[in-house]
Nanobody, 123 residues
Framework: QVQLVESGGGLVQPGGSLRLSCAAS????????MGWYRQAPGKQRELVAV???????DYADSVKGRFTISRDNAKKTAYLQMNSLKPEDTAVYYC?????????????????WGQGTQVTVSS
């Protein structure tokens, strides 16, 4: 069973910075894409940023130039560096990862979510 544990959320003033971490653990053969999503009250969950195993990245237009996603494959961890934070960035941030696990008989694919971490941008 694969689990994702997020950390690094909190309260920050507008213009400030936060760094989120997402650590994967469990029976993991490989991790492909890792991504960060967010959900504000009353809104749908939206993609913030995604990074492939090889390091290619993609961002939502609303965070381009302010957020940076990265990963450490050896540590099975993804990061989201958030700079120049705005009140509209306030949301619960979720980590998502997809990968595979080897069993005795086959390779099994999985897609899991973290529990979420609250980010609040307010003065």
């Amino acid at each position: 069973q694969v689990q994702l544990v997020e950390s690094g959320g909190g309260l920050v003033q507008p213009g400030g910075s936060l760094r989120l971490s997402c650590a994967a653990s469990g029976s993991i053969l490989s991790i492909n894409n890792m991504g960060w999503y967010r959900q504000a009250p009353g809104k749908q969950r939206e993609l913030v940023a995604v990074i492939t195993r090889g390091g290619s990245t993609d961002y939502a237009d609303s965070v381009k130039g302010r957020f940076t996603i990265s990963r450490d494959n050896a540590k099975k961890t993804a990061y989201l560096q958030m700079n120049s934070l705005k009140p509209e960035d306030t949301a619960v941030y979720y980590c998502n990862a997809e990968g595979s696990t080897a069993t005795l008989w086959a390779i099994r694919d999985w897609n899991v979510w973290g529990q979420g971490t609250q980010v609040t941008v307010s003065s």
